[in-house]
């Protein structure tokens, strides 16, 4: 089976809104960051992967961890 990679909404808005932190600190950082996120999700090895968060470890992990306790993840 070939692995797949589901990458959830709030994921994905994580994702932007870091982008968009970095690309503010220097110019090409927050394409950069992408590169390196998609890079490393490329690896993954599970057959599945889910991606629910992708968020600095400074933050609030109530974050993501209220994410999993949502309907259809």
Do not use: Y
């Not at 909404?9 to 950082?29: M, V």
């Amino acid at each position: 089976m070939t692995p797949r990679l589901l990458l959830e909404p709030d994921a994905e808005l994580d994702l932007e809104g870091a982008r968009i932190w970095f690309e503010e600190r220097s110019k090409g950082l927050g394409a950069e960051f992408l590169r390196n996120v998609r890079a490393t999700l490329a690896v993954a090895e599970e057959t599945v992967t889910a991606v629910i968060g992708c968020l600095h470890t400074r933050r609030d992990p109530t974050i993501w961890q209220s994410r999993r306790e949502q309907p259809g993840t």
